[in-house]
């Protein structure tokens, strides 16, 4: 059984043989560039967007704490009840 893994050297060398065969020595350096500005375009993108769920956490807490607070507010506004006060027999 074969596990799917890091390629060999000599498999390396296949792949880059075949690679150059059809795309030439003129289009690899272009292939090299282009790979090379897609990776760095997508760790951009990933940093971009973990900053993005960063700032949405920060938001959110704000607004759930601004929540809280408006909630205290209308607690504390209510009038609260009379308290009645009932005075019970002595036990004997």
Same mark, same amino acid.
């Given at each position: 059984?074969?596990?799917?893994?890091?390629?060999?050297?000599?498999?390396?060398?296949?792949?880059?043989?075949?690679?150059?065969?059809?795309?030439?020595?003129?289009?690899?350096?272009?292939?090299?560039?282009?790979?090379?500005?897609?990776?760095?375009?997508?760790?951009?993108?990933?940093?971009?967007?973990?900053? $993005? +769920?960063? !700032? &949405?956490?920060? =938001?959110?807490?704000?607004?759930?704490?601004?929540?809280?607070?408006?909630?205290?507010?209308?607690?504390?506004?209510?009038?609260?009840?009379?308290? $009645? +006060?009932? !005075? &019970?027999?002595? =036990?004997?």
């Amino acid at each position: 059984m074969v596990l799917m893994g890091i390629p060999s050297i000599t498999e390396l060398i296949i792949i880059f043989g075949v690679v150059f065969l059809l795309f030439g020595a003129k289009k690899l350096p272009e292939l090299g560039g282009a790979i090379g500005e897609s990776i760095k375009n997508f760790k951009k993108g990933i940093k971009d967007n973990e900053h $993005d +769920v960063e !700032a &949405k956490k920060v =938001e959110l807490a704000r607004l759930e704490a601004q929540q809280a607070q408006q909630a205290q507010q209308v607690q504390q506004a209510q009038p609260k009840p009379p308290i $009645d +006060v009932v !005075a &019970k027999p002595p =036990e004997s």
